[in-house]
């Protein structure tokens, strides 16, 4: 009986190898679908489905879906519109947005809501390794074939690749006219966040709820202790351009903190101030500026005065305690309101010890567009979610009071900013917003390309074995050509 | 009344051979589908250029050898196929030596050693878990700030943490210590079959004529042990060529640092990422020749020492 015992347990542990190895074998092949694998079935191809056949004419639907949207309807979804709207991302935050301020949304789980009659389907891929891009190129430029169920209406960009999906041709994100939403509909807007999504031509075909200026998010223990105050307009004349900011980081080397916690941090700010895109026509260069951040970076490292790690990891992090030692992050304000542990004891965000100034450059760090996809079969719920989410006022001021964004309005920012009793816990009651409009008005995006995502993440990678000195520079370089050239092929340099 | 019989004769075999075809035929089905098709088109595309540029697709065009001639003016291939190879080897080599020590002494019947089945289960154990939530668990342990550098740090051995996944050697370490140790079992287990299927009575013969027990292991185990050895050399090769999950998830899918630790399937999975298809099948192709290369090399290499004295 044990014998039998013992051989059936040998027994299974071979099979188990024998899928082990399967497992093994099959992982390169798995790993890129899987990866891209979209959180709902709705990826489904166009074929399968039956549905198919109410649309005889799928290539009349978009002009059709025109004509619907332009009747002064824009509260609820026309009654012959789609059952399904289906919603593309990479993360929670629309999600979340939606769910708390668009009116008459309801929660179903956490891949589905309603709104009305309507069935809101959110689809989520992680941006890293290009798999979200890589799953809307798959999916937008056959959209309008799609069966009426799996038809994306809405999907999201970052600023990094929001030209590839703008400039697209045919089209694939539907202009403001198509959408029926006219130039004084979103007049209370930064110039900058319509400059992301407008093509070639001038036509807008994007929106966003957020203006994403930053600045330099500083420790004010640290700053009173080493710098001698923890006011932000004095604190600034510490780290009002990139010497100073130098030389401030040998005086806070010296009292044993870290100026910055990674090299990482001030990537951002060095490439948003750019003279020159990364690529011009299929030719990849290298700006000034950005060979100034390798350069700054790579001294920094060597004296000790900040780490290579990489942003959101474990290590990064430490410094959202007093303990990692660390004087200062480069953000805007979605960084300090939701990813510098707030919520934990001991955290200094919790006992609201961080500063806001403007730092070395202005920059501005992420932003959510908003993009009607071509082929949508809900063109006037498109509409209406693109413009309660991004131009109402009321919508705009709840998402300021529960999530703090920093919101695209210009006239709502001066009102917060006036608001002497308006203060940031976080920030030890100093009230940023007067600093995040004044950065707004000066984000400049006129060397954005195509590529920007993946050079930017190639580049930081590569750049870390040369500021750990594992290689010299030029090998840094020619590594990072070599991934650029694995993620886009086209591209020489 | 011959022919007839030898008729009759024939077309009973006839008649058992259509069964057999039939009991093949789902095996036939199902490695034709995701096996021959696979493997064929894989070969075709390799000849075309086949990717996508943001939302456009560019080909297929027919370029003849042009994928493979770009790969293999690269002086890139062959350093991934180097740190294959070397991380191959950091894992492979104690793999094989605890596991024949293991087996060696599971298999002898003089040493009676107790809790087998336990102990044989336990190291079969760090193989149900998956790749990659064990190098997940590796990345944790070993970040720069993590709870092997705090130990180190705090015991007084180092001074200031050292940065594992930032040094080619202990990068490359790791990745065959994680491989060692997710292996070794198996390969224990199979050594096992291997030696216990040795008839005792040779080790018995031997300890009467005086053989020491170095003797017993180099003269009757290994000798009779080299088909099974042989199986588990070729398959480890086979599956360190297609290394993949661990080095992946370890450096996050970047090789680091400088690109020394990643692996030819990593650098193929690179290519797919951007669908480039032409040149991941031009790659898998030259995967394909270097793992029958080797393989038959390994293959003729063991068995032509079977004549042994």
């Given at each position: 009986?044990?014998?039998?015992?013992?051989?059936i347990?040998?027994?299974?542990?071979?099979?188990?190898?024998?899928?082990?190895?399967?497992?093994?074998?099959?992982?390169?092949?798995?790993?890129?679908?899987?990866?891209?694998?979209?959180?709902?079935?709705?990826?489904?191809?166009?074929?399968?489905?039956?549905?198919?056949?109410?649309?005889?004419?799928?290539?009349?639907?978009?002009?059709?879906?025109?004509?619907?949207?332009?009747?002064?309807?824009?509260?609820?979804?026309?009654?012959?519109?789609?059952?399904?709207?289906?919603?593309?991302?990479?993360?929670?935050?629309?999600?979340?947005?939606?769910?708390?301020?668009?009116?008459?949304?309801?929660?179903?789980?956490?891949?589905?809501?309603?709104?009305?009659?309507?069935?809101?389907?959110?689809t989520?891929?992680?941006?890293?390794?290009?798999?979200?891009?890589?799953?809307?190129?798959?999916?937008?430029?056959?959209?309008a074939?799609?069966?009426?169920?799996?038809?994306?209406?809405?999907?999201?960009?970052?600023?990094?690749?929001?030209?590839?999906?703008?400039?697209?041709?045919?089209?694939?994100?539907?202009?403001?006219?198509?959408?029926?939403?006219?130039?004084?509909?979103?007049?209370?807007?930064?110039?900058?966040?319509?400059?992301?999504?407008?093509?070639?031509?001038?036509?807008?075909?994007?929106?966003?709820?957020?203006?994403?200026?930053?600045?330099?998010?500083?420790?004010?223990?640290?700053?009173?202790?080493?710098?001698?105050?923890?006011?932000?307009d004095?604190?600034?004349?510490?780290?009002?351009?990139?010497?100073?900011?130098?030389?401030?980081a040998?005086?806070?080397?010296?009292a044993?903190?870290?100026?910055?916690?990674?090299?990482?941090?001030?990537?951002?700010?060095?490439?948003?101030?750019?003279?020159?895109?990364?690529?011009?026509?299929?030719?990849?260069?290298?700006?000034?500026?950005?060979?100034?951040w390798?350069?700054?970076?790579?001294?920094?490292?060597?004296?000790?005065?900040?780490?290579?790690?990489?942003?959101?990891?474990?290590?990064?992090?430490?410094?959202?305690?007093?303990?990692?030692?660390?004087?200062?992050?480069?953000?805007?304000?979605?960084?300090?309101?939701?990813?510098?542990?707030?919520?934990?004891?001991?955290s200094?965000?919790?006992?609201?010890?961080?500063?806001?100034?403007?730092?070395?450059?202005s920059?501005?760090?992420?932003?959510?567009?908003?993009?009607?996809?071509?082929?949508?079969?809900?063109?006037?719920?498109v509409?209406?979610?693109?413009?309660?989410?991004?131009?109402?006022?009321?919508?705009?001021?709840?998402?300021?009071?529960?999530?703090?964004?920093?919101?695209?309005?210009?006239?709502?920012?001066?009102?917060?900013?006036?608001?002497?009793?308006?203060?940031?816990?976080?920030l030890?009651?100093?009230?940023?917003?007067?600093q995040?409009?004044?950065?707004?008005?000066?984000?400049?995006?006129?060397?954005?390309?195509?590529?920007?995502?993946?050079?930017?993440?190639s580049?930081?990678?590569?750049?870390?074995?040369?500021?750990?000195?594992?290689?010299?520079?030029?090998?840094?370089?020619?590594?990072?050509?070599?991934?650029?050239g694995?993620?886009?092929?086209?591209?020489?340099? | 009344?011959e022919?007839?019989?030898?008729?009759?004769?024939?077309?009973?075999?006839?008649?058992?051979?259509?069964?057999?075809?039939?009991?093949?035929?789902?095996?036939?089905?199902?490695?034709?589908?995701?096996?021959?098709?696979?493997?064929?088109?894989?070969?075709?595309?390799?000849?075309?250029?086949?990717?996508?540029?943001?939302?456009?697709?560019?080909?297929?065009?027919?370029?003849?050898l042009?994928?493979?001639?770009?790969?293999?003016?690269?002086?890139?291939?062959?350093?991934?196929?180097?740190?294959?190879?070397?991380?191959?080897?950091?894992?492979?080599?104690?793999?094989?030596?605890?596991?024949?020590?293991?087996?060696?002494?599971?298999?002898?019947?003089?040493?009676?050693?107790?809790?087998?089945?336990?102990?044989?289960?336990?190291?079969?154990?760090?193989?149900?878990?998956?790749?990659?939530?064990?190098?997940?668990?590796?990345?944790?342990?070993?970040?720069?700030?993590?709870?092997?550098?705090?130990m180190?740090?705090?015991?007084?051995?180092?001074?200031?943490?050292?940065?594992?996944?930032?040094?080619?050697?202990?990068?490359?370490?790791?990745?065959?210590?994680m491989?060692?140790?997710m292996?070794?079992?198996?390969?224990?287990?199979?050594?096992?079959?291997?030696?216990?299927?040795?008839?005792i009575?040779l080790?018995?013969?031997?300890?009467?004529?005086?053989?020491?027990?170095?003797?017993?292991?180099?003269?009757?185990?290994?000798?009779?042990?080299?088909?099974?050895?042989?199986?588990?050399?070729?398959?480890?090769?086979?599956?360190?060529?297609?290394?993949?999950?661990?080095?992946?998830?370890?450096?996050?899918?970047?090789?680091?640092?400088?690109?020394?630790?990643?692996?030819?399937?990593?650098?193929?999975?690179?290519?797919?990422?951007?669908?480039?298809?032409?040149?991941?099948?031009?790659?898998?192709?030259?995967?394909?020749?270097?793992?029958?290369?080797?393989?038959?090399?390994?293959?003729?290499?063991?068995?032509?020492?079977?004549?042994?004295?």
């Open positions: 009986m044990k014998k039998k015992i013992v051989s347990m040998l027994t299974a542990a071979m099979t188990a190898t024998l899928l082990a190895g399967c497992g093994q074998a099959a992982a390169p092949a798995a790993e890129a679908p899987a990866a891209e694998a979209p959180a709902t079935e709705e990826a489904a191809p166009a074929d399968e489905a039956p549905a198919a056949e109410e649309e005889a004419a799928p290539a009349d639907e978009a002009p059709a879906a025109e004509e619907e949207a332009a009747p002064a309807d824009d509260t609820a979804a026309a009654a012959d519109e789609g059952s399904v709207l289906n919603i593309q991302c990479w993360n929670e935050e629309f999600k979340s947005r939606v769910t708390d301020h668009y009116p008459g949304y309801e929660k179903v789980d956490d891949t589905t809501g309603k709104i009305g009659d309507v069935t809101v389907k959110w989520i891929t992680p941006t890293e390794g290009n798999a979200y891009q890589n799953h809307l190129d798959d999916i937008l430029p056959t959209n074939e799609a069966a009426a169920d799996d038809k994306v209406d809405i999907f999201l960009v970052e600023a990094d690749y929001a030209l590839k999906y703008i400039n697209a041709d045919p089209a694939v994100a539907m202009s403001m006219d198509d959408l029926g939403i006219t130039d004084a509909d979103i007049a209370d807007q930064y110039q900058y966040t319509k400059d992301i999504v407008t093509d070639a031509n001038g036509a807008l075909r994007g929106l966003s709820w957020q203006a994403c200026s930053a600045g330099l998010i500083y420790n004010r223990d640290v700053a009173k202790e080493v710098l001698g105050t923890e006011e932000p004095e604190v600034q004349e510490f780290v009002k351009d990139w010497d100073t900011f130098t030389k401030t040998e005086d806070l080397k010296k044993g903190y870290y100026v910055e916690s990674s090299v990482n941090d001030s990537y951002r700010v060095y490439s948003n101030n750019v003279s020159k895109p990364w690529v011009d026509g299929t030719t990849i260069q290298i700006d000034p500026n950005i060979e100034k390798v350069e700054d970076s790579k001294a920094l490292v060597d004296a000790k005065e900040t780490n290579t790690f990489e942003l959101w990891g474990d290590d990064w992090n430490k410094g959202f305690y007093p303990e990692g030692k660390v004087f200062a992050y480069f953000g805007p304000a979605w960084l300090i309101n939701f990813c510098m542990a707030a919520d934990t004891e001991g200094i965000a919790n006992a609201g010890r961080w500063g806001l100034c403007v730092g070395p450059q920059f501005y760090w992420g932003g959510t567009w908003i993009c009607g996809a071509v082929g949508t079969d809900n063109p006037s719920l509409k209406d979610i693109m413009l309660t989410m991004t131009t109402d006022k009321a919508v705009l001021k709840e998402i300021v009071e529960k999530d703090s964004d920093c919101v695209n309005s210009p006239s709502l920012l001066a009102e917060l900013a006036a608001d002497t009793s308006f203060g940031s816990e976080i030890g009651g100093q009230n940023p917003y007067q995040l409009a004044d950065g707004a008005e000066k984000v400049d995006m006129s060397n954005i390309s195509d590529y920007d995502q993946g050079c930017n993440e580049f930081q990678t590569a750049m870390k074995d040369y500021f750990e000195g594992k290689v010299d520079y030029d090998k840094a370089v020619e590594n990072f050509y070599t991934a650029v694995e993620k886009y092929p086209e591209l020489s340099h | 009344m022919g007839a019989s030898k008729k009759r004769g024939s077309s009973n075999v006839v008649k058992y051979n259509k069964w057999g075809y039939i009991f093949l035929l789902p095996f036939i089905i199902v490695y034709g589908t995701f096996q021959l098709i696979p493997f064929v088109s894989t070969i075709y595309y390799s000849f075309f250029e086949n990717y996508r540029s943001g939302l456009k697709q560019i080909g297929p065009n027919f370029i003849g042009e994928n493979y001639h770009s790969l293999l003016s690269n002086a890139d291939i062959w350093k991934y196929t180097e740190n294959t190879f070397v991380m191959w080897i950091l894992g492979f080599i104690p793999q094989i030596v605890i596991s024949l020590l293991l087996a060696a002494w599971f298999s002898d019947p003089s040493l009676r050693l107790k809790g087998q089945r336990f102990f044989k289960t336990v190291i079969y154990l760090p193989n149900l878990i998956m790749a990659a939530a064990f190098a997940m668990l590796f990345f944790t342990l070993f970040a720069d700030s993590g709870p092997i550098n705090a180190l740090t705090s015991s007084g051995i180092l001074a200031e943490p050292y940065k594992f996944l930032a040094n080619t050697g202990s990068a490359r370490a790791l990745v065959g210590f491989n060692f140790l292996w070794f079992g198996n390969t224990t287990i199979l050594l096992l079959a291997g030696m216990m299927g040795i008839d009575s080790y018995e013969a031997a300890e009467v004529d005086g053989a020491t027990a170095g003797e017993i292991f180099w003269r009757i185990t290994m000798p009779l042990l080299r088909p099974i050895f042989v199986f588990v050399l070729i398959t480890s090769l086979i599956g360190g060529l297609q290394m993949f999950d661990v080095p992946q998830i370890l450096t996050n899918g970047k090789g680091a640092p400088d690109r020394t630790t990643m692996t030819l399937i990593m650098f193929l999975n690179n290519h797919l990422f951007s669908k480039n298809y032409g040149m991941s099948g031009a790659l898998s192709v030259i995967l394909l020749i270097i793992t029958g290369i080797l393989s038959f090399a390994v293959y003729k290499f063991t068995t032509n020492q079977e004549n042994y004295g």
